[in-house]
């Protein structure tokens, strides 16, 4: 006797081993769809010793059948198919008033915020909260392909942006391993890395590609890491970027940005004063007034 256990999120498709163990009798379960159904046809028998085909492993029978030691074929989950809900989910979504209206100009501010609340997420450390913030960021990609769609020169889909991702990727991502079998160390993946990266753009300048927009920290350390890289001396640094620059050089293990570095900061001494604030209210009932002698008292 035989279980098969359909996915419920996309329960058309069949196990492909199961197939050989459908040609008898099946039994199907309610919630199955009909056009699974239709697979054995309108004069298929069940009974007790059918094949049994279900979307709900919780059902006492079916669990009965499974504990029973039944053979049990799964639909096993890929990886990422369920992304295919989100992008059809995207596509309703564009038929509404305010969605249909949007550009990408006009989802610039909305990239941001949902970027730097995933910043957010990370510094929390709250999983819950990172993964709902991926899946804001995510809506954004989605969104942005699906205008892009609507274009009417040029237009690309979703597919074509992830098309593109994985073509860079293999065509960048250097070996694991060296061809005797050596592991290659970080500074040579780095390097190999930035030589396909440049032999792909064939850039004018060291700096082309840098997005000038992004904050100025950011940015500094960003001009600054390629100069570098590039060969420029040292003492031709401009005075104003030695302090970024030494903010660009954390140690070895710590792999945040300066713009990480600082934001990381902030929000550490934003934490520190709110809870200075409600150590004050907890012994003094309030937080107005609070002098530095009051400030110094509840610091945590």
Not at 185 to 210: Q, V, Y
Not at 229 to 253: H, M, N, Q
Request: net charge negative; with cysteine.
């Amino acid at each position: 006797m035989t279980v098969v256990l359909l996915d419920p999120r996309r329960p058309t498709l069949i196990p492909a081993e199961a197939l050989a163990a459908l040609h008898g009798p099946v039994e199907f379960t309610d919630e199955v769809p009909a056009p699974v159904r239709e697979l054995r046809g309108p004069d298929q028998a069940t009974h007790a010793q059918a094949v049994l085909v279900t979307t709900d492993r919780n059902r006492p029978d079916v669990r009965a059948r499974i504990a029973a030691g039944e053979t049990v074929f799964a639909a096993e989950p890929v990886p990422g198919e369920h992304l295919l809900d989100a992008v059809a989910v995207m596509d309703r979504l564009r038929g509404g008033s305010w969605e249909s209206r949007q550009t990408h100009e006009s989802l610039r501010r909305y990239l941001l915020e949902e970027t730097y609340e995933l910043l957010d997420a990370v510094h929390s450390g709250d999983r819950a909260e990172l993964r709902e913030e991926l899946g804001d960021l995510l809506l954004q990609v989605l969104f942005h392909a699906r205008i892009a769609a609507d274009a009417a020169a040029d237009p690309f889909d979703i597919d074509d942006v992830a098309d593109t991702l994985v073509a860079k990727l293999n065509n960048r991502a250097p070996r694991i391993t060296a061809e005797d079998g050596t592991p290659i160390d970080a500074e040579t993946r780095n390097r190999m890395w930035e030589e396909r990266k440049a032999a792909e753009k064939r850039r004018a300048s060291c700096l082309d590609g840098i997005a000038m927009a992004q904050p100025a920290l950011a940015l500094a350390q960003k001009v600054l890491g390629r100069a570098m890289a590039a060969g420029v001396p040292s003492e031709l640094v401009p005075a104003e970027l030695i302090e970024v620059r030494i903010a660009a050089a954390p140690p070895e293990d710590d792999q945040l940005s300066a713009e990480d570095q600082l934001r990381k900061a902030v929000l550490e001494f934003a934490d520190r004063v709110r809870r200075a604030e409600r150590s004050a209210a907890a012994s003094r009932r309030q937080t107005t007034g609070m002098n530095a002698a009051i400030w110094r008292a509840h610091w945590p």
